[in-house]
Nanobody, 122 residues
């Protein structure tokens, strides 16, 4: 089994910063990509940032303010969020495209974390 555990969400004032972490654990053979998505009430889930094969991509609304990084030795991805705005308020989900190793052999699958709430007050 594979688990993604997020941490670091909370309440912050506009202009402030937060750092999210997501650690993958379990029967992991390799990780292809790790990233962050968010979903605000009444809106669709959207890409925030993703790290894959040494490259990174960001959603347009967070470019220049958010930064994604990975610690491959720890199977962990981070999201540094600066200059936060009330519009950034959402549940942030970690996602990983990885290959797990189990009794059925090697399986490629996308895993999601449970989500962490980020609230930015004005």
């Amino acid at each position: 089994q594979v688990q993604l555990v997020e941490s670091g969400g909370g309440l912050v004032q506009a202009g402030g910063s937060l750092r999210l972490s997501c650690a993958a654990s379990g029967s992991i053979f390799s990780i292809n990509a790790m990233g962050w998505y968010r979903q605000a009430p009444g809106k669709q889930r959207e890409l925030v940032a993703i790290s894959s094969g040494g490259s990174t991509n960001y959603g347009d609304s967070v470019k220049g303010r958010f930064s994604i990084s990975r610690d491959n030795a720890k199977n962990t991805v981070y999201l540094q969020m600066n200059s936060l705005k009330p519009a950034d308020t959402a549940v942030y989900y970690c996602k990983s495209a990885l290959i797990s190793a189990g009794t059925d052999g090697l399986l490629q699958f996308d895993y999601w974390g449970q989500g962490t709430q980020v609230t930015v007050s004005s």
